[in-house]
């Protein structure tokens, strides 16, 4: 997924949004704990001063001996409640996934691929074995522009 309205400088992430009160461009780093912001009066100008703040801010992050947070760590946690706990591994265990983690991602990435149509939700049914069904649509036979009609399944 593109976001348009995002700057992208040395991996940190920059939000655009129009004041029409001030007739001026701000902005601000986004993904971070500090707050770092930064304005101009056009599109020019707004790329060059959100460049020019991310360069200050690991400028003085270095002056300070303090570590630059980082947009993202790639890590986050879920509370889920323990029965969908038991039931994601023993389903990740039944499917031949090494582990809930790639189950996850495999979901995720399914979820956010770009060439193909997004779902808005996926349909979980526990069986009465206790196993769950996941509803993914099977994107390799859709195009980008295809209705989906999710299969239907017998509760």
Known sequence: MK????????????????CPIDKVLYGKIEC?????MYEAVSAEEITSAFEEAVDDYLATCEELGKNPDKTFSGTFNVRIGPERHKKLFLEKSA???????????????KYFDDSKPQPHHYHFHTTSEGSINVD?????????TADYKPKQTEH
Not at 102 to 107: D, K, R, S, V
């Open 3 to 18: 976001n348009d309205s995002m700057m992208e400088y040395k991996n940190y992430k920059g939000s655009v949004t129009f």
């Open 32 to 36: 971070i704990n500090d707050v770092i």
């Open 95 to 109: 499917i031949g996934y090494s582990s809930i983690n790639q189950t996850l991602n495999t979901i995720i990435d």
């Open 136 to 144: 993914v649509p099977d994107w390799s036979a859709m195009s980008k």
